[in-house]
């Protein structure tokens, strides 16, 4: 079991996962309608009435979970080095932005099976836009149960700074890197499981590396700093 002497005592349990519940996340029409494009206009009655209905109904039935595990490391050129033998090879960009870090967190969140099960019976309704929003809000979840995840992290870390966290698929980190990031969780975090190509099931879940240290950066991220060309956050 990693140590991370001097800040944490012996007693101190660096494994957590923690299971919410949807209202918890504080997710607003108003922030759907912002992740489904309606940045500065009304929304059309049919897209309000859709998801207020939706967030009504998934309220109900979400289970969003996370966990971290914080790990002794360094980082060496573009690759993060666990003291456990883990190794990430996160690029040049992220290794950039990880600078300083003296620990990392290890973690993966994720809007739960009931959600996902869920959304692929809304599929079978042939819906569009309710499926569209349903996307969204899954999206919104697992995002938000990240939030959570960090607020949990600043618990456990004595008053250090942690970075934002990071993703693979992102910035130049290959999404392969997925398989050592579930290895170092223990196997299938949160229930999520991998397939061949390293996209995670339930879909709505997200996985990756904070880095912690007295002199980390908390504020250094945007888009300026990612290479995927094709999202659409670059639009807005």
Not at 84 to 104: A, C, D, M, N, T
Not at 151 to 170: A, K, Q, W
Request: glycine content about 8%.
């Amino acid at each position: 079991m990693p140590v991370i002497n001097r800040f944490f005592n012996e007693e101190s349990e660096i494994n957590k996962s923690f299971v919410t519940d949807f209202k918890s996340l504080s997710i607003t029409a108003n922030i759907i309608y912002a992740e489904i494009g309606y940045k500065n206009i009304q929304p059309e009655e049919q897209v309000v009435i859709l998801t207020e209905s939706l967030l009504n109904e998934i309220q109900d039935i979400a289970t969003p979970e996370c966990t971290f595990k914080l790990y002794n490391g360094s980082i060496e050129g573009d690759t993060v080095y666990i003291d456990e033998g883990g190794r990430l090879q996160i690029g040049s960009v992220l290794s950039g932005l990880l600078k300083e870090s003296e620990f990392f967190a290890i973690f993966s969140a994720t809007a739960g099976n009931t959600f996902q099960h869920f959304q692929n019976e809304l599929k079978k309704e042939d819906d569009l836009l309710k499926s569209y929003i349903a996307d969204a809000i899954g999206s919104c979840i697992a995002e938000k149960t990240g939030d959570y995840l960090e607020m949990m992290l600043e618990n456990e870390i004595s008053g250090l700074r942690h970075t934002h966290r990071f993703s693979p698929g992102y910035c130049g980190w290959h999404l392969s890197e997925q398989r050592e990031l579930f290895r170092l969780l223990g196997g299938n975090p949160c229930g999520i499981t991998l397939s061949d190509s390293c996209l995670m099931m339930p879909i709505k879940s997200i996985s990756g590396i904070i880095g912690i240290g007295r002199n980390v950066n908390e504020k250094v991220y945007g888009c300026q700093y990612c290479e995927l060309e094709s999202c659409y956050k670059r639009k807005q």
